[in-house]
């Protein structure tokens, strides 16, 4: 089935997270006819995913709906929806039921998690991403605290109490810190067999210092923030190997194993296959991460 309609410029976009919505909303007055396309209904603020992952705000509070975002535009449509492929002779966005045409196209897929030739870790070390990936984390995290206060093997205890997040960016920072408040303030009093404020959470970086992309004053009082917090940043250390039970660490020469049961990922992204669709189609340069 196809929709098409000559009379008005016609321009979709592919995406409803912040760049796509933030399109939308811009055109909102225009006289055109505009189609907004998202996997989901809802446009997620993904900044605060974290906060669903540990417990401190519900996947709701964080999801608005499409639809209501955009309900006055008169002249909009929200298709949920994936998209199969990009059709650019023909200038048709392909859906699993139906082609949108377009005159203009805005491609705001966003991106996924990239694990540097690594995907085999995702199984030990999801990332963060979407609600599910929110729920995960927080099933995972208390998880482990469940297990650790019914185990009477000390190591084994510690092995549960260890928290490696990797990645110093933005969302391994508030992650590690939301970590070590659950840790040392919200859990104190719950657990009867464990300490919660012995819990170690490690926080590792590539680089010589977290939050790369900043200036050096702010990485190094997020650093000291983070160690108020009781989190220990590692830097210059990155992972060669991750498993149910530990995570290999290099840092220099130096190669050690760290015993720990939960490994979460923030440490890169890469662009949605989207823009491998559109090199294929329009033979446009893209860069390592698909962009």
């Not at 923030?266 to 294929?280: C, D, E, H, I, P």
Request: charged share 25%; with cysteine.
């Amino acid at each position: 089935m196809t929709d098409k309609n000559n009379n008005q410029h016609r321009v979709v976009i592919i995406g409803g997270g912040f760049g796509g919505l933030y399109a939308a909303k811009e055109l909102g007055n225009a006289n055109i006819k505009l189609t907004l396309i998202d996997r989901r209904n809802f446009h997620l603020f993904q900044p605060l995913l974290y906060q669903v992952a540990t417990g401190g705000l519900s996947p709701g509070d964080i999801a608005s709906p499409l639809r209501a975002v955009l309900n006055k535009q008169k002249n909009t449509k929200v298709y949920k929806s994936e998209v199969i492929d990009i059709d650019t002779k023909s200038k048709e966005v392909v859906l699993r039921y139906r082609t949108i045409p377009y005159d203009t196209l805005i491609v705001a897929s966003g991106s996924i998690h990239h694990y540097f030739g690594n995907e085999d870790w995702a199984v030990y070390a999801p990332g963060l991403k979407t609600i599910e990936d929110a729920l995960e984390f927080r099933k995972r995290i208390f998880f482990a605290f469940e297990c650790a206060e019914k185990i009477k093997d000390i190591s084994e205890q510690k092995s549960w109490m260890t928290f490696v997040v990797i990645g110093g960016g933005p969302t391994g920072v508030e992650l590690a810190g939301a970590l070590g408040e659950l840790a040392n303030t919200t859990l104190t009093k719950d657990f009867r067999n464990i300490d919660t404020t012995k819990t170690k959470v490690i926080l590792l970086e590539a680089t010589d210092r977290i939050l790369p992309t900043y200036p050096e004053k702010l990485s190094y009082d997020a650093q000291h923030s983070l160690e108020r917090l009781g989190v220990t940043v590692q830097t210059n250390s990155f992972a060669t190997k991750i498993n149910e039970n530990f995570i290999t660490l290099q840092t220099g020469d130096l190669s050690q194993n760290i015993n720990a049961k939960t490994v979460l990922w923030a440490a890169g992204v890469r662009a949605s296959r989207m823009g491998r669709v559109l090199n294929k189609r329009t033979k446009v340069e893209i860069d390592n991460i698909g962009r």
